[in-house]
């Protein structure tokens, strides 16, 4: 029987997709193993406190005389294993979500002290693949207040069935933090997007998972005019195409009637039938929340209004950080454990 060149390129891909997969899983059920044994660890050194910094000191002299070719139980790291431990003492939420991550980024997340918000940017790192780096920066920007926290100026309640309406909640932020952006004065909303566009893995990064970019100034005809969306994506959590309008100053009412405007375009030219209502978010240098829900009320098509904010360049060490494919799919392989 004659080889089909086809069937076996599809074949090989097809095995090593599997290899692929099994080498993620077995390296996940290592990192989980590790992050349950430092729990554990933790957990002793807790039951023995009484006996004070001398007991650590003699524990990380005597694991490394055991286990010479071991690093990863030095003072400082069994002191984290402490804290860890007491932070969670429940083994359960340590294995469901803490032991989707490396120890690194536990680490990383010992500056949270709520377990809420621990546990939240522990489940959004596994999500999204960020590097510790990452992480950090995220902790910083306050993510979690921008995104859980914040009172959400949208009619998406009004306009979206569910599950896709809280979908839609939970991707917002207020305010969305552009600081990869120098501010000048002057800036005008075109000069804004071109920068977004310029470092759009950056931008693909602050507006959350699943969104992939179209284009910026994407042209639309509607009945022989011309129009143009300053930035459109597609989101592939949502199913839907999203339409960003950018604004450099207050929110005024009738920017939400343009947007409305170009979602009922998107809809009726780009939206497939398998295609959940496109969705849209007016981006604001400020905004009164009050007369943004006015606005939105009685809008036909689903929208929210935040602000953003440009700040100064992100710090040099960031700028490598912002995850690939490829760290994605091997983000708990590069794990690194302090000595």
């Known amino acids: 029987m004659l080889l089909n060149n086809n069937e076996y390129l599809a074949a090989i891909e097809s095995i090593k997709g599997e290899i692929k997969a099994a080498q993620y899983r077995a390296v996940l059920n290592v990192n989980r193993e590790l992050i349950l044994l430092y729990h554990s660890i933790g957990q002793v050194i807790n039951e ?29 790291n069994l002191k984290y294993m402490a804290k860890f431990a007491a932070l969670f ?26 377990t809420e918000r621990y546990i939240w940017y522990a ?45 839609a909640i939970q991707t917002m932020k207020d305010p969305y933090v552009f600081d990869f952006i120098p501010f000048k004065e002057d800036m005008v909303e075109r000069d804004i997007e071109r920068a977004l566009v310029q470092d759009v893995t950056k931008l693909l990064l602050e507006l959350g998972t699943g ?11 509607v009945g022989g005019d011309d ?18 309008e950018l604004k450099t100053g207050d929110f005024k009412p009738d920017y939400a009637g343009q947007l409305n ?6 809809d009726a030219i780009l939206k497939k039938p398998e295609d959940q209502p496109s969705i ?12 943004a829900e006015y606005a939105l009320k009685d809008m036909s098509k689903p929208m929210g209004v935040s602000e953003y ?11 490598q950080q912002f995850p690939t494919a490829d760290d994605i799919r091997n983000r708990i392989s590069n794990d690194t454990q302090p000595d």
């Open 211 to 221: 969104f992939a970019f179209l284009g910026n100034q994407y042209h639309m005809n």
């Open 261 to 266: 405007f170009y979602l009922s375009a998107v």
């Open 123 to 167: 489940n959004k790192t596994a999500e999204n693949g960020w590097s510790r780096n990452v992480l950090v920066h995220q902790i910083e920007s306050g993510l979690y207040e921008r995104q859980v926290l914040t009172e959400k100026v949208a009619n998406f309640e009004t306009r979206l069935a569910a599950p896709q309406s809280e979908l």
């Open 309 to 319: 904010r440009l700040t100064s360049a992100l710090p040099k060490e960031l700028e």
């Open 227 to 244: 129009f143009y969306i300053d930035l459109l994506f597609y989101n592939l959590n949502l199913r839907c195409y999203v339409v960003i």
């Open 48 to 76: 023995h406190k009484v006996w004070g910094n001398r007991f650590v000191e003699n524990l990380a002299q005597d694991i490394k005389i055991a286990f010479p070719g071991v690093t990863g139980y030095s003072v400082r």
């Open 280 to 291: 849209g978010l007016l981006l604001c240098k400020s905004k009164n929340n009050l007369v």
């Open 89 to 114: 003492p429940d083994t359960e939420i340590v294995q469901a979500s803490l032991a989707q991550i490396t120890w690194y980024h536990n680490i990383a997340l010992n500056k949270v002290k709520d």
